[in-house]
């Protein structure tokens, strides 16, 4: 639960980034439900199950770079990511036309400056642009994520993704496809953020140049 967490601690974690970060977590705490971003169950534990499960994934991203999140819904993780890598371009790839407008409405809120919103699928930008990083968290099982994702990544760019415990598993599967886009052996890196809390699991493969 949220009200256990330590606010020094969040702000130790977050240093820079917190004054947006924890603003992006009141306006997910007072708007997220009725927006439908977020189940009414989720509100007291927006910071540990969203936004510390976001940030997460930020130590395993470079500093600078262009990042694209592929459906990133109310912003997770691509806001979190945004505030946390300000070097860093963001592009959040998000369908739903409802989900698009608030993630603008966010950016603005929140006062990011490297972050562009891009309605429609994955697939429909294949040959619009390319990232140096792809990330994503609960979106799909690595097999369709891939397929995806990986003709968005540059040679040399790298998957970063949130993942269940139980991605091992997707791998298998995804066999074909990462040969196609020639991706190294992913990785299943376990992901920590403040002491105590569960840490999180990220798969993280590089396309070879
Ligand atoms: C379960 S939600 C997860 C949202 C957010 N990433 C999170 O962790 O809370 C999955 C999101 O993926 C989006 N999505 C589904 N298919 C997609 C596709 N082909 N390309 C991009 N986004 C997609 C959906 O619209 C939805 O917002």
Known sequence: MDEALDQ???RAYFGDAYPQVSQFAAELASQGEVRGMIGPREIDKIWERHILNSAAIVQFLPAQGTFVDIGSGA???GLVIAAMRPAASLVLIEPMERRCIWLVEMVETLGLTNVEVKRGRAEEF???FEAD??????VAALEKLARWSLPLLAPGGEL???????VAAEI?????VLKKFKMSEPEILEAATLPGLESTTVLRSRRKG
């Open 160 to 166: 970063v993704i949130l993942k269940g415990r139980s």
């Open 133 to 138: 990083v792809v990330t994503s968290r609960a």
């Open 75 to 77: 912003g997770l993780p």
């Open 126 to 128: 294949h040959d619009a």
């Open 172 to 176: 298998e599967p995804a066999r074909k």
């Open 8 to 10: 020094d601690a969040l």
